[in-house]
């Protein structure tokens, strides 16, 4: 191949199919000042970028919390070069450690706390369900209960779209992160809200940064199913959502981008493959591979009972329902845990049955 790939030159934007949503004001700024915030997750592609703008408001304190200690390290450098007046600590600690989180909250005290740790990639949770749940539900829990006990004014949980009738193990576990917090917030002083994303162009493992790859190496482009689409957002638009959820927050809300229409994940690699001056499936192949385990055609914002009400920003709804019993899903999640540390071998039919009690809208794949 004698054409010259210059992929580095594609822009997200230019793959988006619609304007960028400019989510950030004053107001936002106003809430960070002199604050002393948390962000779990800190080293991921929204954790990094949302410390970043957090950064620039001249909070008290900035905590930086993740397991991974490479990117929390090349974050931690940037931040003291581009910022070197800021208060920072950049911690190493695992969310699913109870005594250390809580440690840190009671050292620290954080005002906001934005929850962005989790297991993200649908097909390894579905093969390691047991440590999806471990992460993103009990880690979650723990980190909500730490914030209740110690005062924390604002925890926003970064959730997904793939929370909403979900399939998968991962998506599973984010709807019972969601139902977390709205039980909190129904017994707490602190105000408990979430966000939820479509996909974020160019984060970690997402479509396209796999695509350029593979576009640099010839092809071929890899597509799960010719009619397979999501929603998209940006990595500015996932933060600025965050930061505006924080300014909307009175308590147990789900905060929704309006993402416009969902995006062909064929289209996608299409344009990509034109953008670099190839012509599809004859100079780059495109290769189907087929739906991997827990993942749909189509993505949902919203389960059927929810209803979206406007915020004061035009492209950002709400919904506020909480159809379940906090007391029960108390009650479920001290039998998941129990399952999950229990010292016999768990089958994962066990673990789904659990997880179908707390969140009846979960259909396992291939069974709806």
Do not use: W
Not at 110 to 134: G, R, T
Not at 136 to 162: C, E, H, M, P, R
């Amino acid at each position: 191949m004698d054409k010259k790939i210059v992929i580095e030159d594609i822009q997200i934007e230019d793959l988006l199919e619609r304007s960028e949503i400019d989510l950030n004001d004053n107001k936002v700024k106003d809430d960070i000042l002199g604050k002393v915030v948390l962000v779990t997750g800190a080293g991921g592609s929204i954790g990094s970028e949302l410390c970043m703008q957090i950064a620039s408001f001249n909070p008290k304190l900035l905590l930086m919390l993740d397991i991974y200690e490479n990117t929390l390290y090349e974050l931690d450098i940037e931040l003291r070069r581009k910022y070197p007046m800021l208060e920072l600590k950049s911690i190493i600690a695992s969310v699913r450690d109870s005594k250390r989180i809580n440690e840190i909250f009671e050292e620290f005290k954080p005002n906001l706390v934005f929850h962005a740790a989790a297991h993200k990639h649908v097909p390894l949770m579905e093969i390691s369900p047991i440590e999806a749940i471990k992460n993103n539900v009990f880690g979650t829990y723990n980190v909500a209960k730490a914030a209740d006990k110690f005062g924390t004014q604002k925890f926003v949980l970064v959730s997904t779209d793939k929370a909403v009738n979900p399939t998968s193990i991962m998506g599973a576990t984010k709807r019972i992160c969601e139902m977390i917090i709205q039980m909190m917030n129904s017994s707490s002083m602190t105000n408990y809200v979430a966000v939820r994303f479509g996909n974020v162009l160019g984060s970690h493992g997402s479509v396209i940064p796999i695509f350029k790859k593979q576009i640099k190496e010839g092809g071929p482009v890899t597509v799960t199913h010719k009619d397979v689409t999501r929603y998209f957002m940006t990595i500015p638009e996932a933060v600025g959502l965050i930061l505006k959820a924080n300014t909307f927050a009175l308590g147990g809300e789900i905060f929704v981008l309006d993402m416009g229409k969902q995006i062909r994940i064929y289209d996608l690699a299409v344009n990509m493959i034109k953008l670099c001056g190839y012509e599809p499936d004859k100079d780059i192949k495109i290769e189907f591979t087929g739906l991997r385990p827990g993942e749909k055609l189509y993505e949902e914002l919203l389960v059927n009972e929810e209803g979206l009400s406007k915020t004061l920003h035009e492209k950002i709804m709400v919904t506020k329902i909480m159809d379940f019993d906090p007391k029960l899903v108390k009650e479920e999640l001290e039998k998941l845990k129990e399952l999950i540390t229990s010292e016999e071998k768990v089958s994962k039919e066990d673990i789904k049955r659990i997880i179908k009690e707390i969140v009846p809208t979960y259909i396992e794949c291939g069974t709806n």
